[in-house]
């Protein structure tokens, strides 16, 4: 937007006027509107105005300058500390942040750039705003920044900037922190737990980093892919974005070979995954790479021979609760296995593996899986009735054949006829219940195997964490860059918390309770010396309190018991 001084030669003389520039959007162009109507020269010229062209490009000069210094104002903009309610439940994890001292290699890494703010400050703070109040960067500018109690020293403009930059580095700030952590709380990583997720972008268009593939959420718009590494006691200890259409099988290799390799880890990790990175090229890099592996496997897909040992009978021996309870029903086996891989030449090869498989039938997920699949049997029933398109079964379509027949019985295009498949009914009824584990280590016991493959609900707790409580989707930035420094602040937001439950607090409280702490605790400033606590009593809070000694139960709180609450160290 910009002014400049019109003049019209009309019959009466020459009029001026004050015209503005603007966008016009649906033009998609610069157009042009009367901003003030002046008169004709003669006339102010009559009314004292001895060179009207001269005084009114002055004038202009002036409204250009006035919107200059506007526009300049609006980019460095400080957040205002006006409002009286402070965010006061990010104060955890600013202990837990200081206390890593992660602060003196950040600022060094800042030194290649001429950044006229602190990199790590603005890390920080976002990292404590996304705890407490997660939103849009801009809403994160306007409403959240200010509310925390100390204040933030960057403009609106400094945020993207430095988003981008951490964005651009963001494997450095993980491995900043992972070298910090590791000296304060070594890392476990006899084995290790990884999974992959994406996340969706409201776009129509796709580009190198945001793709269209499969979909958590089953959408269809463009998505990034998220691996995510977890160590022996679930801490996290790595992340690798990757556009959308990519598969995520080759991310677990990419990732534990990148941290391996940045951390100096050595030694053998066994790498726990689920049955969507289960594939011949992951185990046999483990094995080439000195680790061991621990997959689940589909019992539906294994060879029949395999499947009929899963169902068995014999050699399940019992696990029950101190009730007597039946929990699960288990069983091993030691045995060569073959795995089918193609070699750098491009030809087909068959490698056999010594593996422990541990079956396991849980009477709990026998029920959920047998009310599903009469589920999915009453909906193809409806729709083999109705004469529904084979579009519209969906997961249904497993348990139906569709045969093509004319009306004389024999094969045709123009018709199909729809066949409830018993076969296929009987054998999904029949598995029902049973999960197969496969590992290279076969000296670890059944139960071992069991609930070292059961603690990947952690990983996908992190991932809900991210998506739910953090709110790291839809994501509206644009640039790869930026879009990768909000990841690496939700994602140092889940590892700082995973670090305040399990080494601060020994895991004795969910998730839940914590990220709901870090949102509700807050005050008022009631004086310029006194505040009064908003936060509504619970047990976690009670609990915290005389843990750290702190007075977060008391109602009237002074500036000095603040102070000490963001200066406690744990």
Partial sequence: ???????????????????????????????????????????????????????????????NQQLAEQRQSEKDLQISEETPEKLLGYFPLKNLNESLDVKKYIDLMQTATDFKFNVFSLLSSLIYSRAVCP?????????????????????????????????SEYEKIIEIYNHQINRKYPFDTSHTYFDCTNFYFEIDREDDFRRKGPSKENRKDPIVGMGLLLDAHQIPIGMKLYPGSESEKPVIRKVIDDLKSRNNISGKTIQVADKGLNCSENILHAVKSGDGYLFSKSVKQLPETEQVWVLLENDYRDVKNEKGDLLYRIKECVDDFPYKYTDEQGRKKIIRLQEKRV???NPQLAKKQKNEICRQIEKAKILRASQAKKSEYGDSAKFVTFQAVDKEGKKSKDKVKVLMNEKAIEKAQALAGYNLFVTSEIYMSDSEVYHTYHNLWRIEESFRIMKSQLDARPVYLQKEDTITGHFLICYLAVLLTRLLQFKVLGDQYCSEDILNFFKQFRAARVSERKYINL????????????????PLTSYFLTE???????SHRF
Avoid: W
């Fill in 1 to 63: 937007m910009a002014y400049f001084l019109k003049k019209s030669n009309l019959n009466k003389g020459t009029y001026l006027q004050i015209y503005e520039s603007f966008y016009d959007p649906r033009k998609k162009n610069t157009a042009h509107r009367s901003y003030k109507a002046l008169g004709y020269v003669h006339e102010l010229q009559e009314k004292g105005i001895e060179d009207p062209v001269a005084f009114f490009k002055d004038e202009v000069a002036r409204l």
């Fill in 135 to 167: 939103c849009s960067k801009a809403k994160t500018f306007d409403e959240v920044l200010p509310k925390l109690y100390e204040p933030a020293r960057f403009s609106l403009n400094q945020l993207y900037a430095g988003l981008e930059y951490l964005g």
């Fill in 359 to 361: 079956a396991v039938y």
């Fill in 535 to 550: 936060t509504r009593n619970s047990t976690f809070i009670r609990e915290f309190a005389q843990k750290t000694e702190l």
């Fill in 560 to 566: 000095s018991q603040i102070k000490k609450m963001l």
